[in-house]
């Protein structure tokens, strides 16, 4: 069983910064890859970022490539989402998850994912 818990969320203007943490319990983090997601207002839970176990491979959606970046420290068993020159569409609720499948790669598809965190509010404001 795996526990994660997202911390970082708030409310900021439009083209202002965030990070968004999300701590993993257990031993065997550095077996997972990583996602973030996030769920607007009446739609769908979409991928955002992903990371690959090592680090060493993320993939993002086109919407946020350049502003946000992925990052992890195993050390810590903690997984990062910098997310800059925020926009009032990247308001939603952010959630965390984690890939158990020793993935070489990314996933990113939501079925990829074993556990999720409870989510963060992020709310952006023109």
């Known amino acids: 069983q795996v526990q994660l818990v997202e911390s970082g969320g708030g409310l900021v203007q439009a083209g202002g910064s965030l990070r968004l943490s999300c701590a993993a319990s257990?031993?065997?983090?550095?077996?997972?890859?990583m996602g973030w997601f996030r769920q607007a207002p009446g739609k769908e839970r979409d991928f955002v970022a992903g990371?690959?176990?090592?680090?060493?491979?993320?993939y993002y959606v086109n919407s946020v490539k350049g502003r946000f970046t992925i990052s992890r420290d195993n050390a810590k068993n903690t997984v990062y989402l910098q997310m800059n020159s925020l926009k009032p569409e990247d308001t939603a609720v952010y959630y965390c998850?984690?890939?158990?499948?020793?993935?070489?790669?990314?996933?990113?598809?939501?079925?990829?994912?074993?556990?999720w965190g409870q989510g963060t509010q992020v709310t952006v404001s023109s």
């Open positions: 998850a984690a890939d158990t499948a020793l993935r070489a790669g990314v996933a990113a598809g939501e079925y990829a994912y074993d556990y």
């Open positions: 257990g031993r065997m983090f550095r077996d997972y890859g």
């Open positions: 990371i690959s176990r090592s680090g060493y491979s993320t």
